[in-house]
């Protein structure tokens, strides 16, 4: 199975009203959103994981939690991922005191005990909001994402960590939690 580490996010009314603006000026646009049901914040994708890993993985990540408290983030401005001169990506940026990083680190660098692989670039805070296929107007795209690249979108409190497993579907990928750890 499929599976990943992350944080779960709960839009609030701003975020929505503002991912609803989006959606309408984008419409004509080719843009997978992410359902707000399934907006994450990932901390480690596993990829690939067998019966045995998972009951490792959620003893691992028990044992991480308790060593946190509650944190607060704030989702800070919207901004892209390029690939090949082109946005794929749009995200919300997230502005956080470190914790999350250091939680992030921690649960790879216990991970990598398990056979999952070290993760190569630097850790990058980011909310995935939209997946891009093609974009037939970008200056309707750069205009849209600029009115609040500045704008904080909203704060929100980390109060679990979650292991999620991942149902790749025609449709989109569908998250099952397979385990919920509560920061003490």
Known sequence: MRTFVAIRIKAEPLLIKILSDLKDKLKDESLNWVDLQNLHLTLKFLGETSSQQVHEIKRLISDISVKY???SIRLEG????????MPRVLFAGINE???MAQLAD?????LVRLGFEKE???FNPHLTLARIKFLKNKNRFFAAVEKYRNLT???STVTEIIFFQSKLNPSGAVYHELAVFPLE
Do not use: C, M
């Not at 919207?78 to 001169?85: E, R, T």
């Not at 921690?106 to 216990?110: Q, R, S």
């Open 106 to 110: 921690e649960a790879g660098d216990h």
């Open 97 to 99: 005191d470190g914790s």
């Open 69 to 71: 408290q509650p944190f």
């Open 78 to 85: 919207l901004g892209f991922f390029i690939s090949n001169g």
């Open 153 to 155: 979108l909203q704060q």
């Open 120 to 122: 190569k670039r630097t």
